[in-house]
């Protein structure tokens, strides 16, 4: 059975931190690639950060030099959240993608999904 299993998320003060993981189980890891994306009310759901099998990542342009993405061979992958802003609220959803490729930012093209975990950043 396969599982992503977010846990981190809270409310935080803007310029605050949080670190989200994502917990793997039911499938090869190691072959695939890993994503995170994020869900404002109101709003559709948008790449946040992914992550190859390797070490290369991708990120949106409204976190990049604030967050980062990583993963570790026994099936965790990380989303460390620096100088948070309340723009960054919303549901943190952890996902995975077969035929993944640096880059990939469409979610219909990722296979499993996670339950989400929520962010809240106070001004």
């Known amino acids: 059975q396969v599982q992503l299993v977010e846990s981190g998320g809270g409310l935080v003060q803007a310029g605050g931190s949080l670190r989200l993981s994502c917990a793997a189980s039911?499938?090869?890891?190691?072959?695939?690639?890993m994503a995170w994306f994020r869900q404002a009310p109101g709003k559709e759901r948008e790449f946040v950060a992914s992550i190859t099998t390797g070490t290369a990542s991708d990120y949106t342009a409204s976190v990049k030099g604030r967050f980062t993405i990583s993963r570790d061979l026994k099936g965790t992958v990380d989303l460390q959240m620096n100088s948070l802003k309340p723009e960054d609220t919303g549901v943190y959803y952890c996902?995975?993608?077969?035929?993944?490729?640096?880059?990939?930012?469409?979610?219909?093209?990722?296979?499993?999904w996670g339950q989400g975990t929520q962010v809240t950043v106070s001004a």
């Open positions: 039911g499938f090869t890891f190691s072959t695939y690639g």
């Open positions: 996902a995975a993608a077969k035929r993944f490729y640096s880059g990939l930012r469409l979610s219909r093209e990722y296979d499993y």
